[in-house]
């Protein structure tokens, strides 16, 4: 057969994973649910849940039998993952089925009419018509099948306005646009791209393939259970590959994210439109969509739902706590910083609330939500986690974080707030790009102010004043991300608190436009609800235009480097299937321990070939090679593709590639060493 596979087994390998995504990502939290009675009466919440819960189950079902088969000596201990999944599904269907004999559980009648069943058609095909565009982009076509795909979502925002996708059809459709949206970005090019996500992939494989790996060996990708071993995990159960895992699987996870945002805000303000289209507000933000798979929007999935599951009163008492308590194990398994910064910022919310009732800037009788005792929980879970998982790597990180705050050195001013915002930009496009950001940032900031103080003045007895106070400080942090970067860079800082704001966005704008002057006596200052929904769908309109590339694209500008799904050479690393296979001839023929010299002249791993390495190569093994250099370093291989890094890596708008054969190491070291390897579009040689 060669590298071709037959039909028969491209047939199998389609029913194998379509069978294994619904089995691991959804029937095991939908079972575990009907066991716990946990069953919400909005349908679109319980299958929130229940692939949460799923994650979670999955997550530790694979543990075990990790466990289990490297203390028995087997070689490849996930192998039997489809066994334990599949005899764990019949035990939890016979308990399920205990559980719900003879209960109330309701039983409600079905019906179907045309409007509601062909808005649900429209909503399914929305994220196969991504995948769609994606492949023409793939194909080398035309770019007008993205644009059109562009077009359709933003249209989707306007049929919820106008009434056309029936209300109880809105958080599908949030679901919909959310999954197209981060499938038109990961379906380019057979390969995964970002930056983190291809030391996860080493991390992930090497579980995979029953290397010898604890949580506790060193390395800061060990700690992150929820986006390397759940990785390995999905791989086998669903015989995907694992790059198929990622690029398919993780999205379906990701997409859970504004759903539960649409759930928080329904809870919080009883707004049909403010959660309808709250949501929008991060899916059409380029931090949305530009990193996937990434660990921070994983973690993210999972912060949104400690907080819907706090703020909500579908689950109560015991099931409020025991889910609570497991979406935010898994946030801690997701991410270091997220999760600590929400620790910290839950706690903060504790303090604030309680001086506010001892003050009576509130009433002292306001009902609270929040339990010390849950967040002294996670506090524990965390430091024991990241002092012992990864030698510690990811606890030392932090700590160099918070220093580096003490001596206000948190990284280039260019990435901060500031730094973005001053950025020059000769095209306009540009500039009207950052103006609809800072006014999303801006209608935020107003929506919480306004909150506060709706809060204080009693006028507002629907949400909850510790959510309230919880988003502020999140304003804050965001506030103080415009002058310090803390590492990560303001874009990533707002994609954070975009968690939990995108209501305020709303209620920012309806804010603005109640404050307007009157134009007549007869007309109230007081704006509809539809109104403010009218005029919010208009700028998350212009939003998506922009951030998705369309704008720059339909003007004949070069597109941002995030950008790929409309110019796949935009500037983030694209790789192609030659480049790919040259990595993995490598760490299959080269000898054990050996070194890979590899272009890259940063400090940290940073080039286009240096990323493809490091999924095979671990990173004590790869040599960075300066472009005009005559030091070769320790290096045994030479990896060389034809546009092994960018010039300048901080250029976000264009980016040039260098020639490898114009610079000096080329000339000094490449030249006349004997190739073994070529692909095409990467060589490799060997140097004695």
Partial sequence: MGLEATPELKEFSIIQGGVGIVASLLLPGYLLLLIAKITPQRKGQLAMYAVAVSTAFLLLLGAMTYVVGSVVDVERPLEAMPWVLGLSLVLLSAGAYTRSAGSSLSRRSFSVSFRPLFSAVLLVLLPLASVAATSAINAGES??????QIVLLCGVVVLLLIGAIPPNLRPFAVWSVSIA???????????????????????????????????????PTNSLLSVTFLAAVYASVTGLELVWVYKLVYPLI??????????????????????????????????????MPDKQIISQVFLALVLVTIFDNSVRGTRKKVLAATFGTMLIFSHYGTSLLFIGVLAATIVVVAVAKRLDVVDGATPTVLSPLFIAFLAVEWIIWYLFSAAGENFDRIASVLGALLTQNLGSSGRSGIGYATKTFESPTWMVYKF????????????????????????????????????????SFLVSSVLLTYNVGFDRTLLLVLVALPPFAVVGLRTLLSLGPKVSDRISTEPSSKAVASVFTIFLVALFFFSSGAAF?????????????????????????????????????????????????WSALKSRDALLVREVI????????????????????????????????????????????ETRFYRRHVVGESKIYSSGDAQIYRSD
């Fill in 143 to 148: 770019t007008l099948p993205m644009l059109l």
């Fill in 181 to 219: 949206v981060l499938w038109q970005m990961t379906f380019i090019s057979p390969h995964i791209w970002g930056w983190d996500i291809h030391f996860e992939y080493f991390t992930a494989q090497e579980i995979f393939q029953g290397e010898d790996w604890t949580p506790a060996s060193a390395g």
């Fill in 254 to 291: 990701a997409s859970l994210l504004p759903v539960a945002i649409y759930y928080l805000a329904l809870a919080e303000f009883d707004d049909e439109w403010v959660a309808t289209l709250s949501p929008f507000a991060l899916i059409f933000y380029y931090g949305y969509f530009k990193i």
């Fill in 436 to 475: 609809l950001v800072a006014a999303l940032v801006g209608l935020i900031c107003i929506g919480v102010l306004w909150m506060l103080y709706s809060a204080v003045t009693r006028r507002d007895n629907r949400t909850h004043f510790e959510y309230t106070v919880f988003s502020a400080l999140l304003v």
């Fill in 553 to 601: 694209a339909v003007a004949g500008e070069d597109v941002p480097a995030y950008s790929i799904n409309l110019e796949k050479d935009a500037g983030w690393p694209v790789y192609e299937r030659s480049e790919v296979a040259a990595t993995r001839w490598l760490d299959e023929n080269a000898r054990p321990e050996s070194r890979v010299v590899v272009y890259n002249q």
């Fill in 618 to 661: 671990s990173s004590d093994q790869i040599v960075y090679a300066l472009p005009n250099t005559d030091y070769l370093g320790s290096g045994q291989y030479v990896y060389i593709s034809d546009k092994p890094m960018v010039q300048d890596v901080d250029d976000r708008v264009e980016r040039v590639y260098i020639n490898p054969e």
